[in-house]
């Protein structure tokens, strides 16, 4: 062993017994702690590598970055996999790929793509900065996904494509969906930053569309802080991506290329009008970004990969427990549901206050928060009436009158799993608790 191994080798050590100083789990004592909706969930495997791919000093996108791409296209079942810096991100590099003009039948402006009125904001941030038109369609109360009977209804002579999350890791109703988008030629984008792991007839979603996107924020399945991906089994679109993430440059080679590019001819391509050849590193053939992943998130996200099975299984667990005790208070609120198809990889647990129930959502998570149970709204509620997006140019289908109901009475708790039984249980007392108090 070098000295250099062996050096390696007593940071390892320290930096495991720095995690086991610094960063392991405090008991819970009811009341007083915290109940998180979500968290990073981490042990000296994470820091290890994190602190690994420092001392390497690799400070963009490398090795790392790679083997993270390859694991994440492995457990999708997809080709490729793109790293970025974050969900938000990858959502604007998968809508600006389906724009570029090496595509047959590019997104341009004025197309019409339809998305659900409920969700996150940044699912159609990059349909307005690519100056396409959200065309918003309602959801179901308790799968709070896109109603697929609004697809028809949503349909008009400009519309190109269908951009979804599946909402909180419920897959959406994919079926009737999917049939949809081929009967009319429409380009699918699944924003799957909140579903990773979760399955519809035996498939994970995310493989379903032409592109799906990921986040790696903290609340999420994995996590490398900030972070995101773009998936896709389509070699030619993932090539654009990889160009609108990477400054919108033709070139394609990972960090272990040879000098001369992947291509072998780095030095020999053509710019028109020049009589030169030109450097394939500063062919731009896309408007592009950089929007990478660095190597050093990578390495987080690599520990967390291998976590991710157990991670997936922990989130079911938490949802099973919380559903059985919850169903019991169906009379004041609405409990999530899901397709018969789906095995969902749930995010969170919606619940919906039921219009008429003798409380509110306010009265519910005030009460929940006064206990030390964190909440969350589900995202921006129906982004229509949201200050920043009110004046976007769009359609709707309707008056989304459930999107309504969300915005105004829906909200979740968490499952992810740093919260064990004792957590679980205490959430279902302060319900219990909520409700006596009536
Ligand atoms: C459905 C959905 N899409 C996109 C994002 C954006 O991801 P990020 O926070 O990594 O930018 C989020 C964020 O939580 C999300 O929930």
């Not at 349909?127 to 209804?153: K, M, S």
């Not at 440059?249 to 040879?258: E, F, I, L, V, W």
């Not at 208070?329 to 647990?349: G, V």
């Not at 004046?391 to 999107?403: A, C, E, M, Y």
């Amino acid at each position: 062993m070098t000295e250099r191994d062996e050096l390696r080798e007593q940071i390892h050590t320290l930096v495991a017994a720095y995690y086991r100083q610094a960063h392991s789990a405090v008991p819970f004592t009811p009341g007083e702690s915290r109940v998180n909706y979500a968290g990073r969930v981490y042990d000296e495997r994470e820091l290890t590598a994190a602190v690994d791919a420092v001392l390497d000093f690799w400070l963009t996108a490398g090795p790392r970055a790679a083997t993270f791409e390859d694991g994440l296209a492995r457990f999708l079942g997809l080709r490729h996999a793109l790293a970025a810096n974050s969900g938000s991100s990858a959502n604007l590099v998968a809508v600006s790929a389906l724009c570029s003009q090496r595509l047959e039948r590019r997104l341009q402006p004025g197309d019409e793509v339809i998305t659900p009125a409920v969700g996150f904001p940044t699912t159609v941030a990059p349909l307005v900065q690519n100056g396409l038109t959200p065309v918003f369609v309602d959801c179901e109360l308790g799968a709070y996904n896109l109603d697929p009977e609004q697809l028809e209804p949503a349909l008009s002579e400009r519309t190109r494509a269908l951009f979804f999350a599946h909402t909180l890791g419920n897959p959406v109703e994919m079926d009737p969906v999917m049939a949809f988008a081929r009967a009319h030629n429409l380009y699918v984008i699944e924003d799957v930053c909140d579903a990773l792991g979760s399955a519809y007839d035996g498939k994970m979603v995310g493989a379903f569309g032409d592109l799906a996107t990921l986040s790696f924020y903290p609340a999420h399945h994995i996590t490398t802080g900030e972070g995101g991906a773009v998936v896709t089994g389509n070699s030619k679109l993932a090539r654009i991506a990889q160009s609108v993430r990477d400054w919108g440059r033709d070139c394609h080679c990972r960090y272990n290329s040879p000098p001369n590019g992947a291509c072998g001819r780095r030095f020999e391509w053509r710019i028109p009008g020049l009589d030169e050849p030109y450097d394939h590193r500063y062919l731009f053939t896309e408007i592009g970004y950089n929007l990478k992943m660095t190597d050093m998130q990578a390495a987080i996200g690599l520990a967390q990969l291998e976590k991710l099975p157990d991670f997936i299984a922990a989130r079911k667990r938490n949802f099973s427990c919380l559903y059985q005790d919850l169903r019991c208070y169906e009379e004041f609120l609405i409990l999530p549901t899901w397709s018969k198809r789906a095995d969902p990889s749930w995010f969170a647990f919606p619940i919906t206050v039921r219009p008429g129930a003798p409380f509110s959502r306010r009265d519910l998570i005030t009460f929940l928060e006064g206990r030390n149970i964190e909440t969350r709204l589900l995202f921006a509620g129906n982004i229509v009436r949201q200050p920043g997006y009110r004046h976007i140019k769009h359609r709707t289908v309707g008056d989304l009158p459930n999107s309504d109901i969300v915005l105004r009475s829906t909200f979740f708790i968490g499952v992810y799993p740093g919260l064990d039984d004792a957590r679980i249980a205490y959430i279902l007392e302060t319900f219990a608790d909520f409700v006596d108090s009536l």
